[in-house]
C-alpha cells in the first residue's frame, strides 16, 4: 500500500514522501496516528494544498521539542528497586517506569517515547533515549539503585554499588 507521510518517520522516509508500507503498519498505525494519507491522486493534491500548514505544523512542534529537550537533556533520575547482592533486579526497569520517574521530575512524556532496546535489570547508572519529536531525542540518566543513599553514592563514584560496597554504603 502506497501512502503518503505527513511527519518525518524513522527508518521509513520524510514528510511529503510517497513510500510503499505493508497493508497492516499502514491500517494499524499510520493512518489511525494521522501520520499518512492513501495516496490517491485526491489526497496527494489535498496534501500540496495543506503542505505549508503542515510543516508550519511540524516546526512549531519541532521547537517546542527542542525547547523541552534542552531542559530534559542530561537530567538524572532515581528508580528505588529490590536487588540481589549481585547487583541484579528482582524485577526490572521498563519505559513506563522510566516515562514516570521524568513525570515526576516535572516533564510531560509518554512511555512510546522512551526507548529501551531491552528493560534494566541491574543497578547502576543507565543511559536512556528519549524521543520527543521524530527530529528531536535527548539522553536522560536512570540511576537503579536499592536506596536514596546508594543511588548519592552511585551518582558520586559513577559506579553501580554491589556486594559488600552496599554493605559499607548502608553502614556509612
Do not use: C
Request: charged share 25%.
Amino acid at each position: 500500500m502506497e501512502v503518503i507521510l505527513l511527519e518525518r518517520i524513522e527508518k521509513l522516509g520524510q514528510m511529503g514522501e510517497v513510500v510503499k508500507v505493508k497493508p497492516g503498519f499502514a491500517r494499524n498505525y499510520l493512518l489511525p496516528q494521522k501520520k499518512a494519507l492513501r495516496a490517491t491522486d485526491g489526497n496527494k493534491a489535498v496534501f500540496e494544498a495543506q503542505k505549508a500548514q503542515l510543516e508550519a505544523k511540524n516546526l512549531e512542534n519541532r521547537k517546542e521539542a527542542e525547547a523541552v529537550g534542552s531542559k530534559m537533556d542530561g537530567e538524572a533520575i532515581v528508580l528505588i528497586r529490590q536487588a540481589g547482592e549481585s547487583g541484579q533486579l528482582y524485577g526490572s526497569v521498563n519505559a513506563r517506569d522510566i516515562a514516570g520517574g521524568l513525570t515526576e521530575a516535572g516533564f510531560t512524556v509518554a512511555r512510546n517515547q522512551v526507548e529501551l532496546n531491552q528493560p534494566i535489570k541491574t543497578l547502576g547508572l543507565h543511559d536512556v533515549t528519549v524521543r520527543l519529536h521524530p527530529e528531536v531525542s535527548v539522553t536522560v540518566t536512570a540511576n537503579v539503585a536499592r536506596t536514596a543513599d546508594e543511588a548519592q553514592v552511585q551518582t558520586d563514584t559513577g559506579q553501580a554499588v554491589v556486594g559488600e560496597e552496599a554493605q559499607q554504603a548502608a553502614n556509612a
